[in-house]
């Protein structure tokens, strides 16, 4: 597939994804105090340069998305899409190397794009990290980000990126991503072709998607800010809200969210919903359809 293509459903991915109506986040009618709505904008066009380059490459996967990561942080003043880099390089290399949307064949791709990973991918990873500074909180086991001596213990044990999201596995979405194949963002290109033919508009199409995304899957975010018993009473209010949809209980699950400031962003389901994006444009191009 045109690695131009690739890098372009990324950038669209990011525009629609920050567009559309997802409660407690950024979004086109709301912003935070620190991260801006055109922040979101700027930086996810910005870093189509490290996806368009890995999918000419093929390789390297950990400098790309070091280099997606500074690409970002030249055009917005904060961290606002690590999450989304991290979804959407792994994807656009997939994508590159099978050639053609199949999702047996990508979910193979991804497994094997993160075991045959290197220990200098990690450490890229790690460098990419520190640069977008993310508030992080002391991991439970593995390496370190913060502590000098973690690179030293990536280069002597010998830790790829699928062992070091193995880690992180149990208690963060992105993690389970990449060692299992990307479920969650392929049931949300599920969700957002059903909603979307469904209702003709790609903005509510990506909402109730988000929606149904943070209603089954407690969002990383909140309960790492939170804690799960938060996380999850969120999850089950968007059920809510999703099951007798309207604009005004959209409206309130908004405010409800941005009560503690931006405590109870859901902003992990944002960067899922993003990716599930970007393979629902992947997919519709290599049908030749474009969005109404």
Same mark, same amino acid.
């Given at each position: 597939?045109? /690695?131009?293509?690739? +890098?372009?459903?990324?950038?669209?991915?990011?525009?629609?994804?920050?567009?559309?109506?997802?409660?407690?986040? !950024?979004?086109?009618?709301?912003?935070?105090?620190?991260?801006?709505?055109?922040?979101?904008?700027?930086?996810? *066009?910005?870093?189509?340069?490290?996806?368009?380059?890995?999918? $000419?490459?093929?390789?390297?996967?950990?400098?790309?998305?070091?280099?997606?990561?500074?690409?970002?942080? &030249?055009?917005?003043?904060?961290?606002?899409?690590?999450?989304?880099?991290?979804?959407? =390089?792994?994807?656009?290399?997939? *994508?590159?190397?099978?050639?053609?949307?199949?999702? &047996?064949?990508?979910?193979?791709?991804?497994?094997?794009?993160?075991?045959?990973?290197?220990?200098?991918?990690?450490?890229?990873?790690?460098?990419? *990290?520190?640069?977008?500074? /993310?508030?992080?909180?002391?991991?439970?086991?593995? /390496?370190? !980000?913060?502590?000098?001596?973690?690179?030293?213990?990536?280069?002597?044990?010998?830790?790829? =990126?699928?062992?070091?999201?193995?880690?992180?596995?149990?208690?963060?979405?992105?993690?389970?991503?990449? !060692?299992?194949?990307?479920?969650?963002?392929?049931?949300?290109?599920?969700?957002?072709?059903?909603?979307?033919?469904?209702?003709?508009?790609?903005?509510?199409?990506?909402?109730?998607?988000?929606?149904?995304?943070?209603?089954?899957? /407690?969002?990383?975010?909140?309960?790492?800010?939170?804690?799960?018993? !938060?996380?999850?009473?969120?999850?089950?209010?968007?059920?809510?809200?999703?099951?007798?949809?309207? $604009?005004?209980?959209?409206?309130?699950?908004?405010?409800?969210?941005? =009560?503690?400031?931006?405590?109870?962003?859901? %902003?992990?389901?944002?960067?899922?919903?993003?990716?599930?994006? +970007?393979?629902?444009? *992947?997919?519709?191009?290599?049908? %030749?359809?474009?969005?109404?």
């Amino acid at each position: 597939m045109n /690695p131009f293509d690739i +890098m372009r459903a990324s950038q669209i991915a990011c525009c629609l994804e920050v567009s559309a109506f997802k409660p407690g986040n !950024v979004h086109r009618y709301k912003d935070f105090d620190d991260v801006k709505y055109h922040h979101f904008i700027a930086s996810g *066009i910005a870093f189509g340069e490290a996806v368009y380059e890995l999918c $000419i490459n093929k390789s390297n996967i950990g400098y790309y998305i070091k280099k997606a990561v500074s690409l970002s942080k &030249k055009w917005s003043p904060s961290n606002t899409n690590l999450g989304i880099i991290l979804l959407h =390089l792994p994807i656009a290399l997939a *994508i590159s190397k099978v050639g053609t949307f199949d999702e &047996k064949l990508l979910r193979e791709e991804l497994l094997r794009i993160a075991k045959n990973s290197t220990y200098k991918d990690t450490i890229y990873l790690y460098e990419a *990290i520190k640069l977008a500074n /993310p508030n992080l909180t002391k991991p439970k086991e593995g /390496p370190d !980000v913060m502590d000098e001596e973690s690179i030293k213990e990536i280069e002597e044990k010998k830790i790829n =990126l699928y062992d070091i999201f193995l880690f992180s596995a149990d208690h963060d979405l992105i993690g389970r991503e990449w !060692v299992n194949s990307f479920p969650i963002s392929f049931e949300g290109c599920k969700l957002l072709e059903h909603y979307y033919e469904k209702e003709r508009d790609i903005n509510l199409a990506i909402t109730k998607t988000f929606l149904s995304i943070l209603s089954k899957y /407690p969002d990383s975010l909140i309960i790492k800010k939170k804690g799960y018993d !938060v996380a999850k009473k969120v999850s089950e209010l968007a059920k809510e809200v999703l099951k007798d949809f309207s $604009i005004e209980k959209l409206e309130e699950f908004d405010t409800y969210l941005r =009560l503690e400031g931006n405590k109870l962003n859901p %902003g992990t389901t944002a960067d899922l919903t993003a990716s599930s994006i +970007m393979l629902f444009l *992947i997919k519709r191009i290599n049908e %030749g359809n474009t969005i109404l």
